[in-house]
């Protein structure tokens, strides 16, 4: 069975940083690109980054590009999403999916999501 | 960036009949559309990939069609399950984009 299972969020204030972890399980994560996909308070879903099955490519949104680093360590089978120079529109609950492919694809399996909050 | 644009916002029916939700994309993105449902306090589940493909224990009253530009999720005969938000998301060209999603509700 394949689990996905996100930590990390928290309060944070505006200008903060905070690292995002996701745990999985299931499947050999080596194969599969990984993401972030973001859902701010009564808002749709918005996708935030994706990383390759090697890591060796990763793809930003425009909004995040330059304050967030995604990352994966193999022999954790853990995704991370560092997040620095927050904001309030970073405010969100943050979900870990996992890609169809190993270079992209859509999200076949999503964690339950962190809630990452940022405010003073 | 490739804009997906989805309608109706709202549909209103009742158990046991059809929907038919739309979405638009801005520039040709071939068969790369996938359809999600998402339920209040739950994580988005992959209904629909390559916009006619039901994912692994998908019930067939789920259907999805359209390439290029024009796509439509069909709900046949709708369970009382079935009323929830539901996003299309294109794979075609980074950045990955959603569309703003279509509340199905009971009318």
């Known amino acids: 069975e394949v689990q996905v299972l996100e930590s990390g969020g928290g309060l944070v204030q505006p200008g903060g940083s905070l690292r995002l972890s996701c745990v999985v399980s299931g499947f050999t994560f080596t194969d599969y690109a990984m993401s972030w996909v973001r859902q701010a308070p009564g808002k749709g879903l918005e996708w935030v980054s994706s990383?390759?099955?090697?890591?060796?490519?990763?793809y930003y949104a425009d909004s995040v590009k330059g304050r967030f680093t995604i990352s994966r360590d193999s022999s954790k089978n853990t995704l991370y999403l560092q997040m620095n120079s927050l904001r309030a529109g970073d405010t969100a609950v943050y979900y870990c999916?996992?890609?169809?492919?190993?270079?992209?694809?859509?999200?076949?399996?999503w964690g339950q999501g962190t809630l990452v909050t940022v405010s003073s | 960036e490739i804009v997906l644009t989805q309608s109706p916002a709202t549909l209103s029916l009742s158990p046991g009949e059809r929907a038919t939700l739309s979405c638009r994309a801005s520039q040709s993105i071939s068969s790369y559309l996938a359809w999600y449902q998402q339920k209040p306090g739950q994580a988005p589940r992959l209904l629909i990939y390559d916009a006619s493909n039901r994912a692994t224990g998908i019930p067939a009253r789920f259907s999805g069609s359209g390439s290029g530009t024009d796509f439509a999720l069909t709900i046949n005969s709708l369970e009382p399950e079935d009323f929830a938000v539901y996003y299309c998301?294109?794979?075609?060209?980074?950045?990955?984009?959603f569309g703003q999603g279509t509340r199905l509700e009971i009318k």
């Open positions: 990383i390759s099955d090697s890591g060796f490519r990763k």
């Open positions: 998301q294109q794979r075609s060209n980074w950045p990955i984009t």
């Open positions: 999916a996992k890609h169809t492919y190993s270079s992209g694809g859509d999200f076949d399996y």
